[in-house]
């Protein structure tokens, strides 16, 4: 059983910043990638961000620039720098963990909410 804890979500005024933690535990298991998603409600889940053991990441055009992912392998944990934060960043935002085996896990969800 793998258990994803996220955290670091609440509400920022637009400019403002935040940090998302997640952290992986669980059976052994072997990860591959680890990285953020985040869905509005009515829209689809998009990716935000995705970064794999050797450090190879992948941004999403809409925050590059403003947001910056990084990982601690020893930790199983993944983090998220959210600056220059919008109103259309405001979503739940999901961790997402990928294994060598081809499972994938989600975390609950955090919701980010950008507004003054």
């Known amino acids: 059983q793998v258990q994803l804890v996220e955290s670091g979500g609440g509400l920022v005024q637009p400019g403002g910043s935040l940090r998302l933690s997640c952290a992986a535990s669980g059976s052994s298991f072997a990860i591959y990638r680890m990285g953020w998603y985040r869905q509005v409600t009515g829209k689809e889940r998009e990716l935000v961000a995705t970064?794999?053991?050797?450090?190879?990441?992948n941004i999403a055009d809409s925050v590059k620039g403003r947001f910056t992912i990084s990982r601690d392998n020893a930790k199983k944990a993944v983090y998220l720098q959210m600056n220059g934060m919008k109103p259309e960043d405001t979503a739940v935002y999901y961790c997402?963990?990928?294994?060598?085996?081809?499972?994938?896990?989600w975390g609950q969800g955090t919701q980010v909410t950008v507004s003054s």
């Open positions: 997402n963990v990928l294994a060598y085996n081809g499972q994938q896990y």
């Open positions: 970064i794999t053991t050797g450090g190879v990441t």
